[in-house]
Nanobody, 117 residues
Framework: QVQLVESGGGLVQAGESLRLSCTASGSIVGSNAMGWFRQGTGEKRVQVAIMATDGSTSYADSAKGRFAISRDYAKNTVSLQMNSLRPEDTDIYYC???????????WGQGTQVTVSL
């Protein structure tokens, strides 16, 4: 089993920044991809940013130019630096971990990000 522990959510005003972090621990057999998704009440979980083992990244259009994902491969940690936050960024953010292609995906418990005007 793999456990994901997230930190860094909170309440900020529009224009401010937050940094989310997530550390994977447990029976880790690989580290294919780590990243962040978001989900609103009654909505589907959607990708925010993902970074693969080779360093390639994928961002949601809403995150491009404002958010930056990074990984510490030795510590199995992924971080998301969120700048210029907007009220529409408000959601629960979930850490995502895919050990190997085709393997089980793991999710963190979620961390609330709230951006006020």
């Amino acid at each position: 089993q793999v456990q994901l522990v997230e930190s860094g959510g909170g309440l900020v005003q529009a224009g401010e920044s937050l940094r989310l972090s997530c550390t994977a621990s447990g029976s880790i057999v690989g580290s294919n991809a780590m990243g962040w998704f978001r989900q609103g009440t009654g909505e589907k979980r959607v990708q925010v940013a993902i970074m693969a083992t080779d360093g390639s990244t994928s961002y949601a259009d809403s995150a491009k130019g404002r958010f930056a994902i990074s990984r510490d491969y030795a510590k199995n940690t992924v971080s998301l630096q969120m700048n210029s936050l907007r009220p529409e960024d408000t959601d629960i953010y979930y850490c995502y971990f895919l050990p190997l292609l085709g393997s089980k995906m793991y999710w963190g418990q979620g961390t609330q990000v709230t951006v006020s005007l």
